[in-house]
């Protein structure tokens, strides 16, 4: 029973952690700038991604999601899809984000 309580919390965790998530991206499209705008929409590309990758596995860890994420930046990066500045403006918004959903 505690597993499954385990797991319901943890998708709960998950879900609001996508919602808020989302909801901030999507708040940059109406008030960012269009550097901020350029970001958040690379960002959510990746992010929307990863999500439903771990939809599909079932796996509503948090800290999964940060290594996914971190994983697909890493390899985009590799790739040069985003350089320089933007690549640091990426990652720091990700990890702002993520710190808002760990203690």
Same mark, same amino acid.
């Given at each position: 029973m505690s597993e499954s309580v385990n797991s319901d919390e943890a998708k709960q965790r998950f879900?609001?952690?996508?919602?808020? !998530?989302?909801m901030y991206l999507d708040g940059v499209v109406?008030?960012?700038?269009? #550097?901020?705008?350029?970001?958040?929409?690379?960002l959510t590309g990746h992010f929307s991604l990863v999500t439903s990758n771990a939809l599909a596995l079932d796996d509503y860890s948090l800290k999964a999601?940060?290594?996914y994420m971190q !994983?697909?930046?890493?390899k985009a990066y590799a790739n040069n899809e985003v350089e320089? #500045?933007?690549?640091t403006q990426v990652s720091a918004l990700w990890n702002t984000l993520f710190?808002?959903?760990?203690p």
């Open positions: 879900d609001e952690f996508v919602d808020s !998530t989302q109406v008030d960012g700038s269009d #550097q901020e705008l350029f970001i958040a929409s690379y999601i940060d290594t !994983t697909s930046l890493e320089g #500045q933007d690549q710190a808002k959903a760990t």
